[in-house]
């Protein structure tokens, strides 16, 4: 008797962080999604489990990244994060709390990967572009640079304040690979964005970049200084293909870039390391309009496929595709927007089109 072979199901863990402010209603929606796309994944089972994180738990515990989360987010295959931080809740020392940033230096997810896409002209400011003409990655390093110092003690009485960027030479070939890699799946151009022209860790950084160019001789590797990049994102943003830059530089040329393509409502991003990747938009809690219903969960939503992405097999490549796709569907449509956009869709309504056009 033939016997016939069982198609294995791979079954994904993820842990949902959905954290404070608008992070709850748009990872909310982010999973709706993903459950609605599940069964069109081939062979792969998602399995999601929800965890407290963030100013309101540390509020609650005094915890902002209980000890359950930070082990399931090490066990899981993916962590989805909405936002974590709320202006008003604060460390004794007056520092607001930033566990996403504990998280990436944790699990050394160094790896910031902000895809920018223009999906329609409309929510660009710059008219001459239209939909796929802005389509560039930042990839930002997430685990030294500048944000290395945030944790070092001042001491205000001696009139003096130091932050140290943090170069290495393993933390930047290995950003500078994931860089590369990156441009060798998309049209071949990677960008170092630095200020070698005034700091030596810059120059540092830049020699690391020029030797890890040598690896990928395919790929145009060129430099910019980082004020210049500012104004080329505004003037000729279809100029770059892919971006990789220091930890600060990239945090805020992320918002720039979001504000190319409609906002940070728009933004996708995901902070990878060798073992842990966690996906979340590039936006904050957004507490001036938490709580109202209208944050435009496409960032979330679009993050989620790049965890389908991230897990490589055919079925959850296909699951990533098909929820782009309809996002790309729906936002043809100028009239589907929620208020940053000029619209007057909910979260919940924004993501039953997405839904829809599955
Ligand atoms: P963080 O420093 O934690 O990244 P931030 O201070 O940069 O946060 P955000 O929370 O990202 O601030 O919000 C910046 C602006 O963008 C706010 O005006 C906010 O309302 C808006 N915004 C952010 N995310 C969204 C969203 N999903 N939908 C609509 N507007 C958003």
Redesign the pocket.
Known sequence: MISEAKPTVRTFDIAVLPGD??GV??TREAVRVLKAVAPALDGINLSFHAYNVGAAEYLRSGNPLPADALEACGKADAVLLG???L?SVRWPDGK?M?P?LDLREKFQLYCGLRPIRLYHEQDTPLKRYKAGEIDFVIVRESTEGLFSARLSQTDAAKGEVCDIMRITRAGSERVCRAAFEQAMQRRKHCTLVDKANVLPSMVYFRSVFDDVAKEFPAVKADHCYVDAAALYLVQRPHTFDVIVTENMFG?ILS?LA?GLIG????APSADIGETCAVFQ?????????AGKG???????ILSAALMLEWFELPGALNGAQRIRHAVETVLADPANR????GGNLT?TQMADKVIMSL
Do not use: C, L
């Not at 209208?294 to 979330?300: D, G, H, V």
């Open positions: 402010g608008i209603d748009v936002a974590m931080g202006p607001e930033t996403q945090d918002d979001a906002g940070m409502g728009m938009p590039s936006h904050g809690s957004a507490p001036d309009i209208i944050a435009n969960p496409i960032a979330t929620t208020p940053d956009g979260t």
